[in-house]
């Protein structure tokens, strides 16, 4: 044989040595087999869309697998893998014990190892090869590495692989473009769901205004606060966030209303201070029967409703609207009278003080928002005898609609011949933004007829815990139950409220003295 004729049976000799275990790494009896892969956090849980990460944060958390296959007749499994991220091999042949000394089990989600990425990377895993020992498994053995070509038939490859997924997680940023411009422009973060990871978006723009695509731009009527909710779907499942922006500036204005009486224009408003944006700041009003001004306190009112627009050195504007209202021919015989948001709790706290009570009766508490046009009752405090002595009163509000920044309060007092009023009090509340829910409800957004359903997703056993459900509208609490958990974690919504209109509501969950608010929009 000629030298060249020996180097060509060499080579020959050695694909078909290389093809041959190949061929005998191929395995004919998938009684397990690899069904997909996630990825989890640091304690082994799944990731929630409420999760709050940052795309290219480092993630310490875990790999998990779930086998399929035909049978449990094996242990000690031994796992080899590939690890891609975006596409680029990052580490060859991988290898873990699984199962080690214990029967294998399958339709169940089992941790692999430790594992870092960042987020917004797809992690494949390919190249998988898994080969088993059969039979009963032996409490004290353990993985013995073989070479891969050299496997009997109960084994299993896949050379494709699969995508280590983590749940549909929509999610933006903004940004403007400069001082006090309100067209603001709004890029999707969102990652995860199923591959090839093609999303359609949907953009609610607290109700102004709506929009597709990963990166819209929309002009608001103002700075200020909105709520933005964005609709993202993957061709499998559809999940929708909401998440506050602020667009500077978010002028903070402080007033005292001085009310006029019933046919006397006496009321007043001063502009106690203003906060944000830049000095100097020039003042606009607005009001009833064509009244304008532009000095900051203004003076001689009737009742109704006064505009003031805020203008700062940059040109930056808010508009604010309070309400000043009629106190009645009858004052109240007050040395004081306090209404004041207590941020904690959540709820807002109506003080006074009587001089004497000339007269029995009872109380009347009222409450008015911006968008009312009457001041409605919403409790009540008897004065069941005469008194000569100073005598307090308190009142605790908490049943306002979730999304209320602004509530007026008066004291009304009912006797058998005549009626008193108290000054209106104006009382400012920051609407709480969203929190990190262990809780979820499916399906949201909703149509009428499909059933609500509440999921615990947090830490820990709370089965039979007591769980507080309170219910929130437009015009204030709907309704409020106490249930214990049961013990699949789910609560079925509608069992306790029944069917709700179209709309949007709040459904407030406490337990073990924590509280979540879930933002429901009824379609």
Known sequence: MTRSGYIWLIFWVFIFLNS???VLAQCSQNNFVVDGFQLRDADGNPFSATDDYELGEEINGE???MLGGSSTNGYNLRFYFDIYINGVLVADDQYECLFSGTQAQQYVWVKVRDFTWNWGDVVDIKDIFIYWDTGTAKEESTCVISDKNNINSQCYTNEEGFTAAVPLFPKFDFQSNGICNTTIEFTSETIGGSPPFEYTFEWDF???????????VFNFPASGTYTIGLTADDGVSTTTIYKDIFIDPNFGIQVTIFPTKIDDSSGIIYVEEVTGGTEPYSFYWVGPDGFTSTNKDIFGLKDGWYYLTVTDANGCTQTVEYLLDIASVLSLDLSFLEAYWDKSADQI???WETNKEAEAGEFEIQRKTQKQEKFQLIGTIDVPEIKIEKTSYHFQDSAFAFNQDQLYYRIRKKTKDADYYSSVLLVRREVPKALVNDWTLFPNPSVPGENLELAFLGNG????????????GASGEL??????????SKITFNSYFGPIPPGFYVLEVVWDNKVNRIKILRN
């Open 20 to 22: 041959l275990g190949k």
């Open 63 to 65: 790999l998990w697998v």
């Open 206 to 216: 607290d109700g102004l205004g709506t929009a597709t695509g990963s990166d819209p």
């Open 349 to 351: 706290s109506v003080s």
């Open 461 to 472: 056993d709370i089965l039979g815990q007591k769980i507080e459900l309170r219910l929130v």
């Open 479 to 488: 309704g409020r139950k106490s249930i214990p958990m049961p013990a699949n």
